[in-house]
């Protein structure tokens, strides 16, 4: 980033594109997660209540994942940054892998919850879940068969939605890595940005839908891209 030194307050915001290169599929590429299944099958509150163990199954299978992965030059190239930037720096992902957490990001927000977390339905007690879940595992809080994955499904409010708009609304950079554009409120990030008139930048691999919202456009694989602009 040739002019890094003019921004004190940075909102990065990330998506699938950061970890395709550790191996996890996106969502909405050739190959991605939605291909084998209908998103209402699987990711609503709905499907849930309809479906418990196919979901569990869908979930777990995914958290098995997480254990063979490893964060890649883009993961690590932002938590380097933050490491040495010496203003104001937060980091919203959408993602629910744990990458960004490995590869050393501290001011870190999962809008869109955690694959290693479940949450009680019951009391909304978040647990640590490095396991499979299955319809009969019960929370230690109510100790009722209650769990669910710690996931934002569509319909659900993302997570610490009022701190990520504080953080938007005062920021000079936004820099969008690795995600389509298709999902809000996320997809909308770039907007409040430039209305408080922050300079906006995307990395993607290729244009997202929404690229012509912002002022600067990067693209090729968040792996070499990310480093790059950094730098
Ligand atoms: C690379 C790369 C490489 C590849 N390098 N790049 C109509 C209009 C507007 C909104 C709505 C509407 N109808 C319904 C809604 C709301 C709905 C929504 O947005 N729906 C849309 C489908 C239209 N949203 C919600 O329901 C959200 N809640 C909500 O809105 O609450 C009300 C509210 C209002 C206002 C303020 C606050 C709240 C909840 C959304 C929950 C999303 N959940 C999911 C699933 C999580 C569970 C799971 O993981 O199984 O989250 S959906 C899925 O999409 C997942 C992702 O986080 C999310 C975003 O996907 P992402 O990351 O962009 O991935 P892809 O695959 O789409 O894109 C990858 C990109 O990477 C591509 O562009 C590639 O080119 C690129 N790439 N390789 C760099 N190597």
């Given at each position: 980033m040739t002019d890094r030194a003019p921004h004190q307050r940075i909102v990065v915001l990330t998506g699938a594109g950061i970890s395709a290169e550790s191996g996890i599929n996106t969502f909405r590429d050739n190959g991605g997660l939605w291909e084998n299944h209908r998103l209402e099958d699987v990711a609503t509150p709905e499907a849930f209540s309809r479906d418990p163990a196919l979901v569990q199954r869908f979930y777990n299978l995914r958290r098995a994942q997480l254990n063979s992965v490893t964060y890649n030059a883009a993961h690590k190239a932002l938590a380097e940054f933050e490491r040495s930037f010496h203003g104001e720096f937060l980091l919203v992902t959408q993602n629910v892998d744990h990458l960004h957490r490995l590869s050393?990001?501290?001011?870190?927000?999962h809008m869109h919850g955690e694959l290693r977390k479940s949450r009680c339905t019951t009391t909304n007690l978040v647990y640590d879940q490095l396991d499979d879940i299955d319809v009969h595992t019960h929370c230690d809080c109510c100790n009722t068969p209650t769990l669910r994955p710690h996931i934002v499904w569509f319909g659900e409010m993302p997570l610490l939605m009022d701190d990520i708009y504080a953080a938007l609304e005062q920021c000079d950079l936004f820099i969008s890595i690795g995600t389509s554009g298709n999902v809000y409120p996320a997809a909308g990030f770039v907007e409040v940005a430039n209305s408080v008139g922050a300079r906006t930048v995307e990395i993607n691999l290729e244009p997202s839908r929404g690229v012509t919202l912002f002022h600067e456009a990067y693209q090729g694989p968040a792996s070499v891209a990310v480093p790059e602009f950094l730098s």
């Open positions: 050393g990001s501290q001011n870190l927000i």
